[in-house]
């Protein structure tokens, strides 16, 4: 079964539909994947905007909205509850007033919504930063316990008749240079993310050496990092420091001598950098024909999953079922 598919029926049979929040509610790209979402009852949408400025924007587009409950920051009953609440979680670093100016926008609202189990998850970032996703995340879902930092990872998609290979890259959008401690943590979640994808992770720790064919912090770096993963998770296959070639073709493997069972099937990345893990994902999806979803963020006591400023409708719901997914 195609990923979409499986996810979707997954969605189906819960008995208690998920509900998503989107940030920007009055986004057309935001309002046409909702419609889409609402006709297949997948999962239940709250949309943050002002109802009649959504209202006619969904006249104009002819989208499908009935149902799909509208919230308004300036005009939500609950705001003094929700303020308190922000307040308790910034403990001390945001005053009453502050919180309530933080409030009106859409990214900290939203967030609060799932915070106090009103959504289950968050959506944002077709206007918005990636910054401006992540920050109310940490600040008020904050870390899973055991987590120190937010990661991301790619789910590579590559179809063909009959069916289809999946991949998962990490971190290719978030931490900029890694520590090894980061690098443990990365590759550890993105593994229980791929997971999720139907993906039973062999994860490649990448870099320019292949068991010490190169020198060099950044390789020492590498190494270490995978000798902590293999003490904390001994079940977990895993292999470093491995080139790109050496994780995944077997001839190469063996010419380098290496064993085990991922070098030479790898299909759980993990980049030594924000640079390379960027640029490989891009590679495999302009030039490898992947499709690319993410980036999905790990590590947050709640799914909170942020889109690109240039995404279309279709890659918001898929987003969003893929964020759901994850609730």
Request: net charge negative.
């Amino acid at each position: 079964m195609l990923l979409f598919d499986k996810l979707i029926a997954d969605l189906k049979t819960r008995a208690k539909k998920p509900t998503i929040v989107f940030t920007e509610g009055t986004d057309p790209r935001i309002l046409e994947a909702t419609s889409r979402l609402r006709m297949g009852h997948i999962i239940n949408v709250i949309l943050i905007g002002d109802q009649d400025e959504i209202a006619k924007i969904e006249a104009e587009g002819h989208y499908r909205l009935n149902g799909v409950k509208v919230m308004d920051p300036n005009n939500y009953p609950d705001m003094e509850a929700m303020v308190a609440r922000m307040v308790e979680l910034r403990k001390g670093k945001m005053t009453e007033d502050q919180c309530r100016e933080m409030l009106k926008q859409g990214n900290y609202f939203g967030t609060m919504l799932v915070e106090m189990g009103i959504a289950d998850c968050l959506l944002g970032g077709a206007t918005y930063s990636t910054a401006d996703t992540v920050r109310p995340a940490l600040q008020l879902i904050k870390t899973k316990p055991g987590n120190k930092i937010v990661s991301s990872c790619f789910i590579l998609v590559h179809e063909f008749v009959g069916g289809d290979v999946r991949l998962a890259m990490g971190d290719c959008a978030i931490n900029i240079e890694p520590s090894e401690d980061d690098l443990v943590e990365i590759a550890i979640e993105t593994a229980k993310t791929a997971k999720i994808f139907g993906i039973d992770p062999q994860i490649a720790m990448l870099s320019y050496s292949t068991k010490g064919s190169g020198k060099g912090p950044s390789v020492d770096k590498v190494r270490n990092a995978t000798e902590k993963i293999k003490e904390r998770m001994p079940l977990l296959p895993v292999e470093g420091e491995l080139q790109f070639d050496s994780a995944v073709s077997p001839t190469v493997a063996a010419t380098k001598h290496v064993g085990g069972e991922v070098a030479g099937h790898a299909n759980t990345f993990i980049f030594p950098d924000i640079n390379s893990g960027n640029i490989g994902y891009k590679i495999a999806q302009r030039l490898g024909g992947c499709a690319a979803y993410g980036p999905i963020l790990q590590g947050l006591n709640a799914p909170i999953n942020d889109l690109s400023r240039g995404c279309n409708a279709d890659e918001v719901y898929k987003m969003a079922i893929i964020t759901a997914a994850l609730s």
